[in-house]
Every structure is written in C-alpha cells, then in structure tokens.
C-alpha cells in the first residue's frame, strides 16, 4: 500500500459534483452518443455479422478478457478498494468514441472500429452492469462496496439504456433517412459536444482542487499500467486469432480506447462519487486520448 494513507482515508473521499452538474453530464453523453450514431449504419452491423471470427475476437477482448484480466490484476496488485472498483468500472465499458479516429490515424482497419464501437455500444446495455456486477462482487474488498450502494444492475441497465440506447436509435434513424443533414449536424456537434463533456470534467476538477491534488498521484500508476494491460490485451487477442496487422491494431484501440465518460456518470448516479473511482476514471478519461494518441501516431509512421 501506498505510505501514511489508510484504505478509510481514500474509501471516504467524496466529489463535489451537484445535481445540476450531474444532470448536464447525462445531456453531455446522450448528445456525445448522438453524434456517434449519425456516422452509424445497419451496414456497420452488417460488415461484423458477415465476419463473425472479427466479432467473437472483438467482442472476447473487450467484455470478457478484458474484465476477467482485470480482476486478476486487481488481485495481484491489491488497490484500495474504490481504486479496485473504478478499474472494474473501466473495464466494464464500451470503447470510447475516439478510438475509431486513433485506428485510422494508426494505419488500422477504420471501418472495422466504426463497426465495433457501434456493436460494443449496443453490447454494453447488458455487459456493462453484468461485468460490474459480477467482478465487483467476486473481489471481497469491493463486494463491501457494492453492498453498501446496494447497486441495481435494472437501474444502472435503465441508465444506460436511456443515456445510451435511445440517442444511438435517434441518431442512426437520422443518419437513414435523411443522411446529408446527419452529415452537416454531425459536423457541428461532435466537436461542441466533446468540448462541453471535457469543460464539465474540468468544472469538477477544478471544484475538487484540494482533493485532486492530495490523491491523484495515487491513481497515476494505476491508470497507466491498466491502460497499457487493455492495448496489449487487446493486439495479443487479435494476434492469437491470427487476424491481419490492421484488425490487430484496431481490436487493441477498441480495448484500450475505454469510455471513461460513461463510467464517471454511472459513478456519480449510483456510487455518490464515491472519490477513489471518480479519481480513477477521471484520469482514465484523460490520459486514455494521450495513450492513444501517442500508439496511433507510433504505429501510423512504423512501416
């Protein structure tokens, strides 16, 4: 354990983050997800469905490798617990919608990362509280958190349905029938919405100035390592199903690529921030776009 902080220390940490805060976080992800959906075609779907080894390899990493190699890590490492249960969090999500631009930025296969982000984010109405629930509850230190949150996977399914599912719906019926609009709207909102998503996340931080600088050196480790775990996972995965160079690169961005937006909001609505796990995935939700830059922009000049 890290020097002269107790686990009840660290556990009790807690956000400043109202509800109207919390409540332009959800219109944030709902316009982000959106955005996304206006690029998002049945053919998406299609492409994946008509290559069922690069959905099953895509699909392993992500929602199973990836949670399972996390618990393993987690009880290797032994973190504090709301450490444990934000990196459980994590790796419970979808991708991040970033990930597609970092696999065309790294040579990688740009269509297949616009159809598994569409897949993965269908995927995650299920998964994500199914994950959560069943690492979290394995590992003993965050089954005493779950516990005493007492977390409804229907609630947290509800949540992500309507902050996820219906903007994803909305936006690939706009894209569909009126697919030139969708163009120009898209062009004007993904830009505006990741701007006021990062302004909020900046609100916060700089609400909890004290607290983040006190605790963040704590997670800088943490969110590292775990984020180079998931890109290795990720490219070993693909390697070992013997996909091309391309898929591998990108099946190692879907998983490394995290939404780390989606995991603060499901915080602050079901764990009341509680401050290890919003600490965590805040900086997750940073350095992962860093991370990722730098990969892509490695892999993109490597010939």
């Known amino acids: 354990m890290l020097l002269n902080i107790n686990t009840l220390q660290i556990d009790s940490i807690k956000i400043n983050f109202d509800t109207e805060a ?3 976080l959800n219109v944030a992800l709902a316009i982000i997800m959106f955005g996304i959906a206006l690029d998002m075609k049945v053919e998406d779907f299609k492409r994946l469905i008509n290559k069922p080894k690069i959905l099953f390899v895509g699909l392993l990493s992500q929602f199973i490798l990836l949670p399972f190699l996390t618990f393993i890590l987690i009880n ?5 617990p709301s450490f444990a249960l934000g990196m459980i969090m994590i790796a419970a999500c ?3 919608n970033v990930s597609n631009f970092f696999s065309k930025m790294a040579k990688g296969n740009a269509a297949l990362s616009v159809s598994l982000t569409a897949f993965s984010t269908i995927i995650c109405l299920v998964m994500t509280p199914l994950n959560l629930q069943l690492w979290g509850s394995l590992y003993g230190p965050t089954n005493e958190i779950l516990k005493s949150v007492s977390l409804n996977p229907f609630e947290l399914f509800k949540l992500a349905l309507l902050i996820l599912g219906i903007p994803i719906v909305l936006g690939m019926l706009v894209n569909h029938y009126h697919h030139e609009m969708a163009k120009k709207i898209n062009k004007l909102l993904r830009p505006f919405s990741i701007f006021f998503f990062l302004l909020l996340i900046v609100i916060a931080l700089y609400d909890n100035a004290d607290v983040f600088k006190d605790y963040i050196h704590l997670v800088l480790f943490l969110v590292i390592f775990h984020n180079i775990y998931a890109f290795i996972i990720g490219y070993v995965t ?3 199903f013997k996909l091309n160079k391309k ?4 099946i190692s961005m879907e998983t490394g ?3 780390g937006g989606l995991g603060l909001l499901l915080i602050f609505s ?3 921030g509680l401050g290890g796990m919003a600490l965590l995935a805040a900086f997750w939700g940073v350095w992962d776009i860093f991370s990722g830059m730098m990969l892509a922009t490695y892999w993109g000049r490597n010939k």
Do not use: H, R
């Not at 290797?76 to 504090?80: H, K, L, S, T, W």
């Not at 898929?247 to 990108?250: E, F, N, V």
């Open 94 to 96: 979808p991708g991040g």
């Open 76 to 80: 290797i490492i032994n973190p504090y």
């Open 270 to 272: 079901f764990f009341d």
């Open 238 to 240: 693909a390697k070992s």
């Open 22 to 24: 919390l409540w332009m």
């Open 257 to 259: 690529i995290q939404n």
């Open 247 to 250: 898929d591998s690169k990108t």
